[in-house]
């Protein structure tokens, strides 16, 4: 029961080069979300799909692009990365959008960008 | 923008200890989850909380949310080292979204 996988966990990329952080997830979960988090800033949402072919800007979206294919891949582009894109990056998936359905996350891709 | 305050940010206490950390916020929610994070890990589901004054109990955590649905608390008794972790707040606005917010969360040592 694999739920959230996100690969790699860990990446150095250097200024201004672009790299995919991938997520899949075999929940058959309609909602996805990528999450950064950053030390003591907590989680910021960075981009969310509520169905293949559906995606929506978060809090953070500037320096990502997303794109929702499949049910079960949600991918988070980078382009041109920058130092301010150091960070944790989380996936999450839920059953649902509306009511109370959990997330649950990935283990993350520890990114530094150098 | 809704403002989320977590506090304490730290907490550092022996085993056996009783403790409670909170979630507040001028807003009112639909809804209020709980997650604890441990290091190198992604947040895991604790708990979710609907109707204002609601508890719940998970073992030796126990989980309030406000009457007014502002505000929220866990707390653990006789906590243990396993404890340890970032716990987080998330709780779901009014407006329909499909989003919950994420507080920066109170990072728990439980000491042997």
């Known amino acids: 029961n694999a739920g959230v996988t996100q690969t790699p966990k860990f990446r150095i990329l250097k200024i201004g080069q672009s790299m995919t952080l991938q997520c899949t997830q075999d929940?058959?979960?309609?909602?996805m979300y990528w999450y950064r988090q950053d030390p003591g800033m907590g989680l910021k949402l960075i981009y969310y799909s509520v169905g293949a072919g559906i995606t929506d800007k978060g809090e953070v979206p500037n320096g990502y692009n997303v794109s929702r294919s499949t049910t079960e891949d949600f991918p988070l582009r980078l382009e041109l990365a920058a130092p301010s894109q150091t960070s944790v990056y989380f996936c999450?998936?839920?059953?649902?959008?509306?009511?109370?359905?959990?997330?649950?996350f990935g283990s993350g891709t520890r990114l530094t960008v150098v | 923008t809704q403002l989320l305050e977590q506090s304490p940010q730290f907490l550092s206490i022996q085993e056996g200890e009783n403790l409670t950390v909170y979630c507040n916020s001028s807003s009112v929610f639909s809804s209020l989850q709980w997650y604890r994070q441990e290091p190198g890990e992604g947040p895991v589901l604790l708990v979710t909380v609907v109707t204002g004054g609601e508890v719940k109990k998970l073992k030796r955590l126990t989980f309030q949310f406000g009457d007014a649905r502002k505000d929220s608390s866990l707390h653990i008794t006789a906590a243990q080292p396993g404890d340890t972790g970032l716990y987080l707040c998330?709780?779901?606005?009014?407006?329909?979204?499909?989003?919950?917010?994420f507080g920066t969360g109170t990072r728990l040592k439980v000491l042997a």
């Open positions: 999450a998936s839920s059953a649902q959008g509306e009511g109370p359905y959990g997330y649950t």
């Open positions: 998330a709780p779901k606005t009014t407006s329909g979204t499909y989003k919950y917010i």
């Open positions: 929940m058959n979960h309609n909602y």
